[in-house]
């Protein structure tokens, strides 16, 4: 018996161009805006789902809000690890801080406090931090919703909200709530139970470098 041959793309660059494309030719790009779109398609790529556009929400702003605190050197607040070590380095344009509290040592004892998730618990730590950040939320559904109280309490505001919470227990309705959130803040997510890290981190790895093939090829 013959061994089996195989013909694959080798090259990364090659890889991720033709990805790009069969997203563009396989998407229905055409209700969002143009800085909106070059985002969708890096989520579209991380999920797979050329249908993920039917589920997309954004507010006008949030690009250019997430992008802008970038390049004032604002910090990128994260929910999970998962988030935090999914975030290319090499994009950021002013070497920003990338936080995830979710090892923090009074971590444990703040949720039991509160009687909550850690997740929830860690946008406790946030606050001193999280007046003009970008936020990244790709797990946890009352990581979200806590932040929205802590905005609706005290009024701080971040840059924008890249909300993705993935799951069938209050990631909908989280979601749900930041998109009608009375609050003015810029957001991006998707509607119902589809999200996650790899999808928020493409969103946060699109917002802060318009480029769609970098040394990531390299491991495609």
């Not at 004892?109 to 730590?125: N, P, S």
């Not at 946890?140 to 806590?146: C, D, G, I, K, V």
Request: charged share 20%; aromatic share 4%; proline share 5%.
């Amino acid at each position: 018996m013959e061994s089996p041959q195989y013909e694959y793309l080798t090259d990364g660059s090659a890889i991720y161009a033709e990805s790009f494309r069969i997203i563009r030719a396989e998407s229905d790009l055409s209700r969002f805006p143009d800085d909106v779109s070059k985002v969708a398609v890096r989520m579209i790529h991380a999920a797979a789902q050329t249908n993920l556009t039917d589920d997309i929400a954004w507010s006008p702003g949030v690009v250019r809000s997430c992008r802008a605190a970038l390049l004032a050197g604002a910090p990128i607040l994260c929910d999970s690890t998962m988030v935090a070590t999914g975030i290319i380095r090499s994009r950021l344009p002013r070497d920003n801080e990338v936080i995830c509290h979710l090892s923090d040592p009074r971590l444990a004892d703040l949720a039991r406090e509160l009687g909550t998730t850690k997740t929830a618990a860690a946008v406790e730590l946030w606050r001193e931090r999280l007046d003009g950040a970008v936020i990244a939320i790709g797990n946890a559904p009352t990581s979200l919703f806590r932040l929205l109280e802590v905005v609706r309490d005290t009024g701080i505001k971040p840059a924008g909200v890249i909300g993705i919470p993935v799951g069938f227990v209050g990631a909908p309705e989280s979601k749900q709530a930041l998109a009608e959130n009375p609050y003015g803040l810029d957001y991006l997510t998707v509607l119902g139970r589809r999200g996650g890290s790899a999808i928020a981190v493409a969103a946060v790895n699109a917002i802060a470098s318009t480029a769609e093939t970098t040394n990531e090829a390299r491991t495609s």
